[in-house]
Nanobody, 124 residues
Framework: QVQLVESGGGLVQAGDSLRLSCAAS????????MTWFRQAPGKEREFVAH????????YCADSVKGRFTISRDNAKNMVYLQMNSLKPEDTAVYYC?????????????????WGQGTQVTVSS
């Protein structure tokens, strides 16, 4: 069982940076793959960034590649999303999610555990 709590969202201007954090509870955190998703009003939840359990491999959506970076600290049970050069189209509720297998990591329906989300709003 894993519980996830996101933080770090807020209102920023285009071009600014934010770092989102996801605190996980559970002794087996290091065995889960971790992913950030986002959902804008009226849109489906979409994949943002993914990191394997070891932290050796990560993947980002094309829309954020070069601007967003995912990282994790297994010793602290934390996952981060560093977001640079933010754009108005990045406005959404951002969620972290966890599951035990990396298969289908970009598909929200495959995830067992979700946080409550944190709002990111980017003004132009």
């Amino acid at each position: 069982q894993v519980q996830l709590v996101e933080s770090g969202g807020g209102l920023v201007q285009a071009g600014d940076s934010l770092r989102l954090s996801c605190a996980a509870s559970g002794r087996t955190f290091s065995s889960y793959v971790m992913t950030w998703f986002r959902q804008a009003p009226g849109k489906e939840r979409e994949f943002v960034a993914h990191m394997t359990w070891s932290g050796e491999n990560s993947y980002c959506a094309d829309s954020v590649k070069g601007r967003f970076t995912i990282s994790r600290d297994n010793a602290k049970n934390m996952v981060y999303l560093q977001m640079n050069s933010l754009k108005p189209e990045d406005t959404a509720v951002y969620y972290c999610a966890a599951k035990s297998s990396g298969f289908g990591y970009a598909q929200p329906r495959r995830y067992d555990y979700w946080g409550q989300g944190t709002q990111v709003t980017v003004s132009s």
